[in-house]
């Protein structure tokens, strides 16, 4: 009797809660070292420099800290993959 009430209580729970699509998702916020991590650039210097020649996207937030959202760099990263390299 006890596993027929239970079940019941777990179906009503999923006909309740709504969808995955219907669910929002914070978007992530990266730190600097956590965006050095994540682009897999060679050290933090390299981030900043970057960053000073208008190479990644703006950052978020006030202030000097860096912080990126993670779909701003996916973005980045996939123009920068598709787009072709310049020839030395």
């Not at 991590?37 to 800290?65: D, E, M, T, V």
């Not at 912080?67 to 123009?79: A, I, N, P, Q, V």
Request: overall charge positive; proline content about 8%; some cysteine.
């Amino acid at each position: 009797m006890n596993d027929a009430r239970e079940s019941v209580f777990v179906r009503r729970l999923l006909l309740a809660s709504p969808e995955p699509a219907e669910q929002t998702v914070p978007d992530e916020v990266l730190t600097a070292e956590e965006a050095v991590c994540f682009l897999k650039l060679p050290s933090l210097k390299a981030l900043y420099q970057h960053y000073q020649r208008g190479n990644l996207p703006r950052s978020i937030g006030p202030g000097r800290l860096l912080r990126f959202r993670r779909t701003d760099l996916l973005e980045w990263r996939s123009r920068c993959a598709s787009s072709p390299r310049r020839a030395r």
